[in-house]
């Protein structure tokens, strides 16, 4: 377990078996409710202003893992065939829009990299699907375009909504495999439940739900 890791207790045993390969993982609140419906407005429905509001979430998701110096961000990247059925990456218009607030501050630089990833697999649906069976989903789906962008670098990995976290870990591991340094996590929403496995810092390790889904 890397260093620095807190597993919630109350874990199932498949769950307390592996903690996540990111360094940690932060959210800006429950995948629930209003929060919900504002992802399904951007995601489901076109409505691209809800970008801006999900990217001041995030940006405040991001604020709490206190990231300091350069940070390359990578929105998780969506297979070319959704690419031209949704017409945009939900993840990359948030990302783009919690740069607007995150580069204000004077101890971090982030940097957007919108092709530093892609999505080699139009994978299925997870839904229903077991731990082993969604590795197995993943398995070979992400690749890195170019190591350089990512090599030694301290990297931010943004998504709109970590369920499972097997998208999230699969990506950590290919950017890890390509010289990642370390790999942070942050999305607008969790879904939250009692056996899930958090990547928390120490200092948080008592208050894990407040802590991935402050402001649910």
């Known amino acids: 377990m890397p260093a620095g890791f807190q597993v919630a207790g109350d874990l199932c045993p498949e769950c307390a078996f592996e903690a996540p390969p990111f360094d940690r993982a932060a959210a800006y609140g429950a995948y629930t409710n209003g ?58 218009l948030i990302a783009s829009e919690s740069l607007r607030h995150l580069n204000r501050s004077e101890n971090s630089k982030f940097i957007l990299e919108l092709a530093a990833m892609k999505r080699r697999k139009d994978t299925p649906s997870q839904v229903g699907m077991t731990r082993e069976a969604r590795a197995e989903n993943l398995r070979g789906a992400f690749g890195v375009t170019s190591r350089a962008v990512v090599r030694d670098k301290q990297v931010l990995l943004v998504d709109d909504v970590l369920t499972t976290g097997a998208t999230v870990s699969e990506c950590t591991r290919v950017l890890r495999r390509a010289g990642a340094k370390c790999v942070w996590v942050a999305t607008v929403a969790r879904a939250v439940r009692v056996t899930d496995t958090f990547a928390l810092g120490n200092e948080h390790s008592h208050d894990v739900p407040l802590a991935i889904a402050a402001h649910g």
């Open 35 to 92: 929060l919900r419906e504002l992802i399904h407005l951007l995601k489901y429905e076109e409505v691209r202003p809800a970008a801006k509001v999900l990217g001041r979430m995030l940006s405040e998701a991001v604020d709490s893992l206190e990231l300091s110096g350069d940070v390359v961000v990578i929105p998780v990247p969506l297979h070319a065939s959704k690419m031209r059925q949704r017409g945009f990456n939900q993840s990359e």
